[in-house]
């Protein structure tokens, strides 16, 4: 609405200008062709010197008319030259000077000034004037004759007239010209105004815009987070229930043997879950925060996968599902160094989801060789995934379907995690998913396999002795951890040593010693963990320290390892996890 007011503030002195010129010229075709009809009809008309000049006025003045709305100007000159033409013509071989062409001269001044400013004004004025001295200088030698008169007295009135009215002129064109410099600046003004207005119309509707989608994603991450923590709730009370409920059954007097067995294996199959669970949200805040770590280690692919298939195949027999490792390269050309921690949580991740979504059929996982890249993938016949879901399937918090995620459980979290682990080790994750039902996830890692001499030694060849002669240094400050340890360590035939802190550990290091593996927990009471190992670091760079810490971050695992620890486990300490320390450091 401002933009169309300021376009006409802006065209404003050129439509004033069109409107005068056409007054100007509609008033003169009127006035001359009355004047010829009114000569024409009359009884004794013949046409004189004077008629045959407005007669070529009248029809020049009709071709200018039609002109006038594409050449304004143009059109303004050509009046007022052809006004004033034919006024001198009629005055010298008509009237001389007399009131018509002394009228008509004082018009064309003033209207020059209107329509072509103070110059052409000025220039006419002269002009004017000139041609009354003309005249005057004609008649008064007897060259023209037209009526007696006084002749210089009449031409300097006349002149004094002409400036009369020039003076006028100027001082309507001063007023005007403050009018138009006033429409001008407000013309100006509008302009930059609309600007400001478009401007900031664009940045309402961006903003809007902005908005619009913040609220709609605010409102999807609500309602995400609204989910996951109820799957959260859930994930967590279901493995708590069974724990509690299951563990008061075992003391029951009432429970057989059997019973005990049947309730105990319940019990850590729900701790497994809950674990999973602590798991998933400590990874989730790890990769919010940015401190993903690397940690590559020599592996040999074959065997880590063969392990994986090995930990989930009881699992897939249990829901009779056929579970397959396909391998793409032999056992020796499949020694490399990667992370194999995230390797083994992104398969376990994708192998977990197929187990849950998958009924019937059956789930393969394996790889194939790219070149310079290994292509992993989980390929399963469950129940699918959703089109519209690809694209948002590795989201945080996303899941495919309530129903169908209260049915199978979990925290939406897993992919998530593979994403994120995928992307630090440099590949890449998508979806397959098939128009009948079924997945496959698939990804990408780096592959530079290893030369015979780049392989590492075998860490558990540098072990010497038995296991049966060896000793353990158990250092925890929580008796139910000692009692652990004491109780998973007992299968080995180690002797066992226990201390409660920094400067008993130590004192039991000089005067016990030596020792095949020391156990060290991080957070101690006095000199902690580190501390206490740094120490030992200083008279024995040989007996390998093992940290055990219920912290899971990478950051305090490399601290640890910069502490002079040779590995770290994290609690709860499995029996898998104890048996894989003892391998390496003690078992020969």
């Not at 009018?179 to 401007?199: A, G, H, I, P, Q």
Request: glycine fraction near 6%; proline fraction near 3%; aromatic fraction near 8%.
């Amino acid at each position: 609405m401002q933009k169309n007011k300021g376009s006409a503030v802006s065209d404003l002195p050129g439509i004033r200008k069109e409107s005068l010129l056409g007054s100007i010229l509609g008033g003169l075709i009127v006035v001359l062709f009355l004047y010829l009809v009114f000569k024409l009809f009359q009884f004794r008309f013949r046409p004189s010197q004077t008629d045959r000049i407005l007669y070529v006025v009248l029809a020049s003045l009709v071709v200018i008319y039609i002109l006038r709305r594409r050449m304004v100007r143009l059109a303004s000159i050509l009046t007022m030259i052809l006004s004033f033409a034919g006024m001198v013509v009629i005055a010298f071989v008509d009237n001389g000077i007399r009131d018509t062409s002394i009228v008509s001269f004082i018009l064309i001044i003033v209207f020059t000034g209107l329509l072509l400013g103070i110059r052409a004004s000025i220039a006419f004025t002269l002009a004017s004037i000139a041609v009354v001295w003309v005249l005057v200088t004609l008649e008064s030698r007897g060259l023209r004759f037209f009526e007696e008169y006084s002749l210089p007295a009449m031409g300097r009135d006349l002149t004094v007239f002409f400036l009369i009215a020039l003076a006028l002129v100027f001082i309507y064109h001063r007023i005007l010209s403050r009018s138009f410099e006033e429409v001008r600046r407000s013309r100006e003004e509008y302009k930059s105004l609309n600007k400001e207005l478009l401007k900031q119309n664009l940045n309402i509707e961006r903003i809007n815009r902005e908005m619009l989608a913040a609220k709609n994603k605010a409102e999807e991450s609500d309602r995400l987070k609204s989910a996951f923590l109820a799957n959260l709730s859930h994930e967590i009370r279901t493995p708590m229930n069974g724990i509690i409920g299951f563990s008061e059954l075992m003391l029951s007097p009432n429970s057989s043997e059997n019973e005990k067995v049947e309730y105990n294996q319940i019990v850590a199959s729900s701790c497994k879950q809950l674990l999973g669970v602590v798991n998933d949200i400590i990874d989730i805040s790890k990769i919010e925060s940015g401190i993903i770590e690397l940690h590559p280690q020599y592996i040999n692919l074959n065997k880590t996968l063969q392990e994986i298939h090995d930990h989930y195949v009881l699992d897939f027999q249990s829901k009779k599902l056929d579970f397959a490792l396909v391998r793409g390269l032999n056992d020796e050309s499949t020694n490399l160094r990667t992370d194999p921690v995230k390797l083994r949580q992104i398969l376990g991740n994708l192998i977990h989801n197929a187990l849950k979504f998958t009924q019937e059929g059956s789930v393969t996982f394996g790889y194939r060789s790219l070149g310079t890249e290994l292509e992993f993938y989980v390929r399963d016949s469950g129940i699918g995934v959703d089109g519209n879901m690809k694209d948002r399937i590795f989201d945080r918090f996303m899941q495919q379907d309530l129903e169908v995620s209260r049915k199978h459980g979990g925290t939406g979290l897993g992919l998530s995690i593979s994403k994120a682990y995928v992307e630090k080790m440099g590949g890449k994750i998508w979806l397959e998913a098939g128009d009948k039902g079924g997945t496959c996830f698939c990804f990408t890692l780096p592959f530079a396999p290893l030369v015979a001499e780049e392989r590492p030694p075998d860490p558990a060849s540098g072990a010497s002795g038995n296991a049966s002669r060896a000793k353990v240094l158990v250092v925890e400050d929580i008796k139910v951890n000692e009692q652990l340890l004491v109780e998973l360590l007992r299968p080995y035939g180690v002797a066992i040593a226990v201390a409660r802190d920094g400067e008993e550990a130590l004192d039991l290091f000089q005067k016990e010693g030596p020792f095949a593996l020391v156990l060290m927990d991080i957070k101690l009471p006095g000199i902690d963990g580190l501390e206490a190992t740094r120490y030992i670091r200083q008279s024995d760079k040989n007996t390998p320290v093992v940290a055990q810490t219920a912290y899971a971050f990478a950051s305090d695992r490399q601290i640890a390892l910069e502490a002079g620890c040779n590995d770290v486990i994290t609690k709860p300490i499995t029996l898998e996890a104890l048996d894989r320390v003892m391998q390496t450091y003690v078992v020969s």
